[in-house]
Nanobody
């Protein structure tokens, strides 16, 4: 059974940095694209970032471009999301997802983690 477990969330002040990690228990991790999505209270889930199977292609939402960096380590079955210059509007539950292509659309992802809370105070 495929399982994704996120970690690294927390409460930080605006302007701070935070790194999220996601560990995947899946065979052939390198065969899957991976993504990060987030959902703020009262809002729909939205795309944050994605990485292709080998990590050579990345995709970011305009709202995080230049501040967030997605990376993966296929030897360790993990992906990370390094977040700089955090803003209060980045407050949300962050989910990692495993899928077929590094898309901004949730329908291309088949497995989701339980999420980790990120709260940014002003």
């Amino acid at each position: 059974q495929v399982q994704l477990v996120e970690s690294g969330g927390g409460l930080v002040q605006a302007g701070s940095s935070l790194k999220l990690s996601c560990a995947a228990s899946v065979r052939h991790f390198h065969a899957y694209a991976m993504g990060w999505f987030r959902q703020a209270p009262g809002k729909e889930r939205e795309f944050v970032a994605a990485t292709s199977r080998g990590g050579g292609t990345t995709n970011y939402a305009d709202s995080v471009k230049g501040r967030f960096t997605i990376s993966r380590d296929n030897a360790k079955n993990t992906i990370s999301l390094h977040m700089d210059d955090l803003k209060p509007e980045d407050t949300a539950i962050y989910y990692c997802a495993l899928g077929t292509i590094a898309s901004a659309y949730a329908r291309y992802y088949t497995t989701w983690g339980q999420g980790t809370q990120v709260t940014v105070s002003s």
